[in-house]
């Protein structure tokens, strides 16, 4: 994430009365020297919680200078393709991001200084309450106020299982909305906690391999799916992400090799090379909630992708091999991404 600030003289309320700007690609490893402008192009507009209204946020995607080539890290790009490609389907999903409070020494917020252990016991913390418990509430509190403000589809937050580690959600939400309020969302966040002197991580295993990890399940369903016989569709969608299980593992974070240290088979994960599925099973790639068999109709959570997703990739794959029907081999997933 990045940004920077433009004064006008008008307020634009939409992507469409937003400006197209660019910036200096060679600063950010994007482009070349001799050929740096880098576009950005507005796709949503929301309301500035830091500096208050009338001034707005404005998300933007990039291109590369001189063509329309999405830049490579554009996988927003991807996703908006197949939310409209499938817009008939009516894909709803519900992202929730953990991520943890880092001190300005790169250790967790209010754990022991000088690399030290909480004393407590992590049963505790997720959802817990008091200090010996849990770090960082007043964050947690402004982003949440912060988020609504901006009109973000902001569900709730708690308190995660690791101590300083904490959860937002987003949802549900029809189609992009999904993916680019989790985007605005962070970078609320990690604005946010600027004003604190707090770093934030996404990192799926902070703190290594005795502690928890930190993921973002994607809750993912279609009209078909909400509807009466859907969970039988559901079955099938399944067996297609189990055909296609390691495409989209490759695909579930920033780093392959650091979701491979969170999908570990502990601390409720499933191991990262195999696939399985279960009613109120958090220990499954994919859980299903309890009554969705009474029900015959319902949702997914996709409880693969890691804490630094993105949630454009994996709510673009989910489309493309749940609908598409892609196949284990077809390499014409992801444009995007290198
Ligand atoms: P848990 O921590 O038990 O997995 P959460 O309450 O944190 O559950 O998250 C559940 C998520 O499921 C929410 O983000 C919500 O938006 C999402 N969700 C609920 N119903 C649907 C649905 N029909 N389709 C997609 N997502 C859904
Ligand atoms: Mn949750
Ligand atoms: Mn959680
Ligand atoms: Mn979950």
Redesign the pocket.
Known sequence: MRCKDRILTCVPYSAEAAPDWAFDGSSTGMASTDNSDTKLKPVCVCKDPFRMEPHVLVLCDVYEGGSNKPAKTNNRHFCNALCEKYRDEEP?????QEYTMLDVDGWGLGWPKGGGFPAVKYQFSYCGVGAKYIAGRDISEAHARCCLYSGLDF??T?AEVMHACW?W?????VGMKAPDDLWLSRFIMTRVAEDYGVDITYHPKPMGMLHPGVGM?H???TKR??SDGGYQFIEECIKRLEANHMKHMKNYGNDEATNRMRLSGKFETAPFEKFSWGIAN?KASI?LQRNIKEKGK??M?D?RPAGDCDPYLVCGMLLETCLGGASSSSSKSNPCKK
């Open positions: 709803w999903f519900g992202l929730e569900e709730g708690n959860e959600q987003i949802g549900t939400s399940h809750n993912f369903s799916m909400r958090r859980r319902g949702f959570e409880r």
